[in-house]
């Protein structure tokens, strides 16, 4: 897939567990996600997950480093790394 399609792809995913009072559009691609107040930090295991089933990224043998996974433009990159 290309990095367009799966951006569209995080961010539908994104919109399914965003705070609904804050837009997922409201939040520029490099900004924390966490901060910015679109998701919690529970969200971030979620996205996790996703990341796991949807692209087929093995946390297990990598490990999970939080700050790869805070803004759209980061977890992009790591998609990118695994694909």
Do not use: K
């Not at 569209?8 to 009072?21: K, V």
């Not at 996790?48 to 990159?77: H, W």
């Amino acid at each position: 897939m290309s990095r367009a399609s799966n951006r569209q792809a995080l961010l539908a995913f994104i919109e399914t567990i965003r705070r609904p009072d804050l837009a997922a559009g409201a939040v520029d691609e490099h900004e924390n996600l966490v901060v910015a107040g679109l998701i919690d930090s529970l969200a971030v295991l979620q996205i996790v997950l996703f990341l796991e089933s949807e692209f087929s990224i093995n946390f297990a043998s990598t490990g999970v480093d939080p700050g790869r996974l805070y803004s759209v433009s980061s977890i992009l990159d790591l998609i990118d790394q695994f694909g």
